[in-house]
């Protein structure tokens, strides 16, 4: 698959009382790349996502597949552009099944086909078996997996590769949990040509699904590239005031940091 | 919108137990239309007092009622009822908006204030304007009064997280002894005839029921109904939290603008036409989530139609169990809404009040 440009950021600012919190400048994410944002408590991740996502107005350009993100209607955009939030609490008693229902808003699909595809959805999140379940009975993991079928129902009609934006996808999940949400997100990348940006913050896990990160720290870029070339002991140390030890795992074959 | 809530099957809950509850509601509401045309200080015989009904509008002849039975039936029993419902049904749903707008269960236009509110603007157009006036002003300034109350208790109660629940209910506690004294300078400073037209008023009973407020309950319900049932789809992708109805493509702001002045319109109409009658909005919208569950396409239209039975039961209730005198309708709705409240609230305890 040749790989096509979703999304570039030539320079964006975003400020906060008139300070700035956030300026960076040449972000690329392509179709097929898993790209981490990491960085230190307040270094400016959620605010980048946030500026994405157009939760906030920063200043400078976000262009996504060549069109400035600000000219995209609101249902064109959603159709093309999803986000995991990182907890989402409702006090109604939706069931898992009309959550991810909810993903069809943008969408105009037929009764049938939406049933089939909210079927498909769950069923590939691992979640179909609750969608009988209350959705504020469910553990944070299953909060989560209903979640990303709902996201990932609201991107199935496409006409671009799509983003999507997850904030601290494994926070409340197990070990277990963890990987096989990166798993089912790297599978997306691979074989449906998906554009990820993900803000982490187990750096094993960067090493080990992503293929491009970008290390914030004080509302810039301090470091982007091959997570294994910028997760260097030495500039781990730097960033985050700790200097971890350096493994090599062979079967599949990742540095590791302890 | 509607195009859009309309393919949303996912989201509807079962058919058969949908159309099973509505045709029990109808069916419900039928009978306690026939009961309280024909029930109050005079009995009448049931069915000649509906064919009255029938007679009045079909130009027929067939009820046997005196003319003095059938103006009881016509003049009082006929509007008063359908005032009932419709105070009732335009109340749930202003309720069940309300608390998606909140994405708080346990908003309601009477708990958090509104309609307090709107009375102040009700007060104020009965003590200081013209007489003459009172048939718009009324209205318009009891709407003004919600619209502003609302602004206010949205501002002051809103977090990430939805609303606050405890910031809601101070906000409402507030609001209502500011209003109370407000409507108390009013009255202290207003002249006997304006005073007598205040607490008339203020006693909040569906017996002033009268075509003009009738035609402007009506218009008020059918503008609801449809402009509700329009963005419910967007409500229910709202009780997602905001960023993510945001992200689904929903315009928040607008839809939030939108919602909070037609609530505000429809507490504005019904404070105007019967003064204050709680927990309507509350309890109605909570009995239809717990048998249909929360979807904004089957909710609003349900919550109506009980919200409609809901008051008629209770204004039967409310003018029939003391006769020939008559309690006021807000005594009932409360004597039932506030222990359901105390539930609901206890049930919240544990979710981090």
Redesign the interface.
Known sequence: MMKQTILTIPSLKCLAKNKTILSVSDITIKTGELSAIIGPNGAGKSTLLKAVSGDTRPEGQIFFHGRDLKTWPAYERARHLGVLPQSSAISFPFSAHEVVALGLTPLSLSAREAARSIKAHMEDTGCWQLSEKPYPMLSGGEKQRVQLARVLLQLSQAQEPPLLLLDEPTSAQDLGQQHSILKLVKALCDDRGYGVMAILHDLNQVLRYCDYCYVLGDGTIQLKGNPSECLSPSNVEAIWGYRPDLFFTTAPSTAALI | MS??SS?????VAPLSRHHLISALLVALLVLSVGFSLVLGPMNLPSVDGMLAVADNLLGTQFSELRDYEKAIVLELRLPRLLLAMMVGAILAQCGAVMQGLF???LADPGIVGVSSGAAVGAVIAIGLLPAALSGWSIPAFAFAGGLLTTLLVYGLARSP??TSVLMLLLAGVAISAFAGALIGFISYFADDQKLRALSLWQMGSLAGASSANLGLCFITLLILVWAFQRQA??L??L???E??A??????VESLKLKLIVLTAVGVGVCVASSGIIGFVGLVVPHLI?MSL???HTTLLPLSALCGALLLLVSDLIARTIVQPAELPVGLITALLGAPFFLALLLQQRG?GL
Do not use: V, W
């Not at chain 2, 945001?246 to 315009?251: S, V």
């Open positions: 195009t859009l393919t949303n099957p996912g989201a994405r708080n269960p997280q939805g789809g967007a229910n992708a009780l997602l939290g960023s993510e945001r992200h689904l493509g929903i315009n989530r569950g929360p979807n979710k």
